[in-house]
């Protein structure tokens, strides 16, 4: 439960918390402190627990993987001496292990989930924190200031979702306003703009792609500059298809470029093949600095788009709104 002050690269884990939580809110209504006879219970159904957590903050879209086995495989990972599985999974029914509700005596299902309460209540507040800078956005009315505002949410410190969300925002508003001419033959050529589509949520398992483009079909992968192993683990994952990273940091984009080839040189220990590879997979690199300039470039109606796209899309993020974008 780190996410709360936790980096950038810090996980909420919402699935496997309220996998856990479901079973336990139920279990403090029918077993708290009745130890034996909890151990004849055969569990709570899936569709109750599923239906409940659901409602929880953040958890419209989870999915049941956490139940059936996410927690039990992250619990092993983490407790490597333990012996039980935490949740015991019994035809479609749930329970919590007994060895780990209980400890030297006392049943600790209600501090847990009183933690995991508050563990929820300052995300929400956390995340109460961009949708009021939205709200001052929409109501602010001289460019430059909103322009700035805009500038100043892209920090290298700033949170992964934020991040992508907003330099997906900028991006799109920045392509709408460049035009290719495509065609499939001299006849058909025509002129027209450059659209960019975000493929999903910020965590979702989307092979490596986190925009793309229309109809020069660019692929676009956000991440940080600290490990440049996981770059050509993005590149690996597309086969080599050229990529554009977009870098949240504020190095110029010749550094980055200049320490990832130099990277790449010695991890192919000169071996041509795999240096051109990953090399030839590289399209292009933006960063911060990058960002903030074409924000600084667009219009205001441009701005406002931006503006727009980060309030729809924060509020997909969070649960807030539907796939339609209606509230």
């Not at 993987?65 to 990972?77: C, D, I, Y």
Request: one cysteine or more; a neutral charge.
């Amino acid at each position: 439960m780190k996410a709360v002050h936790g980096n950038s690269k810090t996980r909420r884990s919402l699935a496997n918390i309220y996998a856990i939580y479901s079973i336990l809110y139920f279990y403090q209504k029918d077993f708290y402190e009745k130890k034996e006879q909890y151990r004849s219970f055969d569990g709570y159904d899936y569709i109750s627990l599923f239906s409940f957590y659901r409602k929880l903050y953040g958890g419209s879209k989870l999915q049941n993987h956490a139940l059936n086995s996410r927690v039990n495989g992250e619990f092993h990972n983490k407790i490597k001496d333990a012996v039980n599985d935490l949740i015991i999974i019994n035809n479609g029914k749930y329970l919590i292990h007994i060895d780990y509700i209980y400890v030297e005596g006392f049943d600790i299902s209600k501090i847990s989930c009183k933690i995991i309460e508050k563990y929820i209540a300052l995300l929400m507040e956390k995340d109460a924190v961009l949708i009021s800078v939205l709200e001052e956005l929409k109501n602010m009315t001289d460019l430059s200031e909103k322009k700035a505002k805009i500038n100043a949410l892209l920090t290298e410190d700033s949170e992964a979702r934020i991040f992508e969300i907003i330099s997906y925002a900028i991006l799109k508003n920045h392509y709408k306003n460049i035009t290719v001419f495509f065609g499939y033959d001299k006849y058909s050529v025509k002129e027209v703009a450059l659209e960019l589509y975000k493929t999903g949520r910020t965590n979702a398992n989307d092979g490596g792609i986190d925009f793309v483009m229309r109809p020069v079909g660019r692929f676009f992968q956000v991440t940080e500059v600290n490990n440049y192993d996981k770059y050509l683990l993005d590149i690996d994952k597309v086969m080599h298809f050229p990529v554009s990273f977009v870098i949240k940091k504020k190095k110029s984009r010749e550094n980055v470029l200049a320490e990832l080839r130099q990277y790449i040189t010695r991890r192919s220990s000169g071996m041509a093949v795999l240096e051109d590879r990953y090399r030839n997979a590289i399209e292009e690199i933006i960063t911060i600095n990058e960002l903030q300039m074409w924000n600084d470039e667009l219009s205001n109606e441009d701005i406002n788009g931006i503006i727009y796209d980060m309030d729809i899309y924060y509020k997909l993020e969070m649960n807030m709104v539907t796939e339609d974008g209606e509230a």
